[in-house]
């Protein structure tokens, strides 16, 4: 099984800074099979971006993807007072599917 | 709107089973692979299994962690997907999500709890 290791586990940034979300895998994921979710408490995750780059409906351009084989990226440009959450990344190119731990991003 | 609404969760004791529901709405469901995917009490995301649609075969997959003791079905007609939970554990304790989709999810239901406790 792929293991997805994410890092660093929380980042303490302020509103307007720029945050880079790390995802590294035990191996080469598939055809960049890499997805990234944000949850707030008490709410199901949300996806934002899918093959590693594309984003997902309705999210908005401060937030991108970047990466192939086992390193992956997910920044946010400039950070809004919603962006305040957990973030995983899962990949779904190799059975069983997994996750990532997830990385917290708070306000500092 | 794409809808999906998890029943069935509860108080369960180890080593007994439990059948969660999956009700969708909103869109052709026998087109789609259907997910469940669980979250322990202040814990991550853990992918749980998915069941293909009939046209990709209706093959399952499963986490190593629930293989052999979870199965996933599904109604077309009624637009529901189980997950049937059997022998369950302590560490079995999660909300238990169900996604539309058997790859990445842009569709999550609001969950259910289970909880396995003596």
């Known amino acids: 099984e792929i293991v997805l290791t994410q890092s660093p586990g929380t980042l303490s940034l302020s509103p307007g800074e720029r945050a880079t979300l790390s995802c590294r895998a035990s191996?080469?994921?598939?055809?960049?099979?890499l997805a990234w979710y944000q949850q707030k408490p008490g709410l199901a995750p949300r996806l934002l971006m899918y093959g590693a780059s594309s984003r997902a409906t309705d999210i908005p351009d401060r937030f991108s993807g970047s990466g192939s084989g086992t390193d992956f990226t997910l920044t946010i440009s400039r950070l809004e007072p919603e962006d305040f959450a957990v973030y995983y990344c899962?990949?779904?190119?190799?059975?069983?599917?997994?996750f990532g731990q997830g990385t917290k991003v708070e306000i500092k | 709107e794409v809808q999906l609404v998890e029943s069935g969760g509860g108080l369960v004791q180890p080593g007994r089973s439990l059948r969660l529901s999956c009700t969708s709405s909103?869109?052709?469901?026998?087109?789609?692979?259907m997910s469940w995917v669980r979250q322990a009490p202040g814990k991550g995301l853990e992918w749980v299994g998915l069941i293909r649609s009939k046209a990709s075969g209706g093959t399952t997959e499963f986490a190593a962690s629930v293989k052999g003791r979870f199965t996933i079905s599904r109604d077309d007609s009624k637009s529901i997907a189980y997950l049937q939970m059997n022998s369950l554990k302590t560490e079995d304790t999660a909300v238990y999500y169900c996604?539309?989709?058997?790859?990445?999810?842009?569709?999550w239901g609001q969950g259910t709890l289970v909880t396995v406790s003596s």
């Open positions: 191996q080469s994921v598939s055809s960049s099979y």
């Open positions: 909103g869109f052709t469901f026998g087109d789609y692979a």
């Open positions: 899962q990949q779904y190119g190799s059975s069983p599917w997994t």
């Open positions: 996604t539309r989709g058997g790859s990445y999810y842009g569709h």
